[in-house]
Nanobody, 127 residues
Framework: QVQLVESGGGLVQAGGSLTLSCAASGRTFSTYCAGWFRQAPGKEREFVAA????????SYADSVKGRFTISRDNAKNTVNLQMNSLKPEDTAVYFC????????????????????WGQGTQVTVSS
């Protein structure tokens, strides 16, 4: 079992930056694909970014491509989301999640494939 705890959320002005971190418990973190999702008020939860077990393969939603960067450190059991050039429409609760059963270089964007979820961290971008 994996437990995930996000941190780093907060209030930032448009154009600013934030880095979200997700700390995972357990010795098997490196066997999971990791992803970030977000949910804005009144909207469905949506995919933001994912990273393969190896860290070599990443994928992003079109809305954040070029502004957000996902990374992981398997030795420290962490996955980060660096968010730059933030916009008011990035305001949401951000969740990290892990997906088992992926090969070393594969990822998934499908929410249903993710087995474990953190509690979420609020990101608010003011205009």
């Amino acid at each position: 079992q994996v437990q995930l705890v996000e941190s780093g959320g907060g209030l930032v002005q448009a154009g600013g930056s934030l880095t979200l971190s997700c700390a995972a418990s357990g010795r098997t973190f490196s066997t999971y694909c990791a992803g970030w999702f977000r949910q804005a008020p009144g909207k469905e939860r949506e995919f933001v970014a994912a990273i393969s077990r190896s860290g070599a393969v990443t994928s992003y939603a079109d809305s954040v491509k070029g502004r957000f960067t996902i990374s992981r450190d398997n030795a420290k059991n962490t996955v980060n989301l660096q968010m730059n050039s933030l916009k008011p429409e990035d305001t949401a609760v951000y969740f990290c999640a892990t997906a088992a059963g992926r090969t070393f270089y594969s990822i998934t964007k499908a929410e249903a494939d993710y087995d474990y979820w953190g509690q979420g961290t609020q990101v608010t971008v003011s205009s």
